[in-house]
């Protein structure tokens, strides 16, 4: 998705959890800030990190906190993809203590799962070294978030896979099993007539039946290094290969040095955990 689409997704989904956090739309529903704090009281705070990180979805921040809290003034040190060393200041903010205490957790939640994936998928770019092949995402995303978790993994180092079942057609396992094998599976694409597709093979078989049958694009699904080793001597200049399944950053080094076009895991995605980030008054 282009940058403008993505800020305008990102507005209604923070809009829609800060609404979430408060119950309804009302500030007042915050019932300790409403409460304690004076309408007008001012206060400077810093948005800050805890640990070395890669810095994902200020972007969205920034961008939701100038559209519907304009008085807040709000100064960013980075931009997206930009490498953030410990306890740095990533954003600061001068306003309302009533607005920033309540919105908050909404804003720190997004940066510090966005920057999670940013920061893992960037660890797993870095074990692969000087290889030519090159990093995908998967589909499997947390819902509701898929198209800001494919902007973090690019943000690290990653290219986006198929962002849904509507913009790629790929032949899983399951719809070979259902079709009743490989060879059935693309007797059907044949004969749909269907030129551009992807294929997932589980043995070095089914990638020499699909090859003899022209696919072009194949993905080695959970296949030992050394099954991918015999696969790749059949490529030809035509030919793309995808490493998937069981990629880990124990393994993926190794993966990485096998010659495949592309690598995919969902490691970067699901598998992620929120970075300490934190928001104090200075």
Do not use: W
């Not at 940058?3 to 408060?22: F, G, H, P, V």
């Not at 790929?170 to 490989?182: E, T, Y």
């Not at 194949?218 to 990629?247: A, V, Y």
Request: with cysteine.
């Amino acid at each position: 998705m282009k940058i403008k689409e993505l800020l305008e997704l990102s507005e209604k989904s923070l809009a829609s959890e800060l609404i979430e956090d408060l119950g309804g739309r009302s500030f007042k529903n915050d019932i300790t800030t409403s409460q304690l704090l004076k309408k007008s009281k001012p206060i400077k705070c810093i948005i800050s990190n805890r640990e070395d990180m890669i810095l994902s979805g200020s972007i969205f921040i920034v961008n939701f906190l100038k559209k519907f809290f304009p008085k807040i003034e709000i100064k960013s040190n980075y931009k997206d993809g930009d490498r953030v060393k410990k306890n740095s200041t990533i954003l600061l903010m001068n306003g309302n203590a009533r607005k920033i205490l309540t919105v908050e957790r909404t804003l720190l939640n997004f940066l510090q799962h966005l920057s999670s994936i940013s920061s893992i998928t960037n660890r797993f770019v870095s074990k692969m070294g000087k290889s030519k092949t090159q990093l995908l995402d998967t589909r499997k995303t947390t819902t509701g978030l898929r198209k800001f978790e494919k902007y973090a993994t690019s943000i690290g180092g990653a290219k986006n896979h198929r962002m849904g079942l509507y913009d790629d057609f790929l032949v899983k396992d399951n719809h070979i099993k259902v079709l009743g094998g490989i060879d059935n599976a693309l007797a059907k694409v044949k004969e749909k007539k269907i030129k551009k597709y992807k294929i997932e093979c589980e043995t070095f078989e089914e990638v020499k039946r699909s090859i003899t049958m022209g696919a072009k694009y194949i993905l080695l699904d959970n296949m030992s290094i050394n099954e991918i080793k015999r696969c790749i001597k059949l490529k030809k200049k035509n030919i793309i290969f995808e490493i998937t399944g069981g990629i880990t950053l124990k393994n993926i080094s190794a993966y990485s040095k096998l010659g495949a076009d592309f690598i995919s895991t969902s490691k970067i995605t699901n598998s992620s955990y929120s970075l300490d980030i934190g928001l104090d008054i200075i």
